[in-house]
């Protein structure tokens, strides 16, 4: 059974940092592309950042290049996303999938709050 378990969110204020950790089981991860994806109130899901399967390409939105960072570890099933220079827009649930099955059920995601 194909599983994601995100992690790291919180509440931070503007300006601030979070890293966002999501460890998948159930296919063969090393394999498989990834990507980060967010869901704000009365907003449709959108992804943020994607990363090949072996970490050597990587894809942000317009939103928030410069600003986050995608990466992966292979070995422990986990990718991660380091998120700088947050901004009240960061607000929302954010989850991982692989953009290569989007079959798969989504994990329960990550509340990121930010707010002063």
């Given at each position: 059974?194909?599983?994601?378990?995100?992690?790291?969110?919180?509440l931070v204020q503007p300006g601030g940092s979070l890293?966002?950790?999501?460890?998948?089981?159930?296919?063969?991860?090393?394999?498989?592309?990834?990507?980060?994806?967010?869901?704000?109130?009365?907003?449709?899901?959108?992804?943020?950042?994607?990363?090949?399967?072996?970490?050597?390409?990587?894809?942000?939105?317009?939103?928030?290049?410069g600003r986050f960072t995608i990466s992966r570890d292979?070995?422990?099933?986990?990718?991660?996303?380091?998120?700088?220079?947050?901004?009240?827009?960061?607000?929302?649930?954010?989850?991982?999938?692989?953009?290569?099955?989007?079959?798969?059920?989504?994990?329960?995601?990550?509340?990121?709050?930010?707010?002063?």
């Amino acid at each position: 059974q194909v599983q994601f378990v995100e992690s790291g969110g919180g509440l931070v204020q503007p300006g601030g940092s979070l890293r966002l950790s999501c460890t998948a089981s159930g296919f063969a991860f090393s394999l498989a592309a990834m990507s980060w994806y967010r869901q704000a109130p009365g907003k449709e899901r959108e992804s943020v950042a994607s990363i090949s399967n072996t970490g050597g390409s990587t894809n942000y939105a317009d939103s928030v290049k410069g600003r986050f960072t995608i990466s992966r570890d292979n070995a422990k099933n986990t990718v991660y996303l380091q998120m700088n220079s947050l901004k009240f827009e960061d607000t929302a649930v954010y989850y991982c999938k692989s953009p290569q099955r989007l079959w798969d059920s989504w994990g329960q995601g990550t509340q990121v709050t930010v707010s002063s």
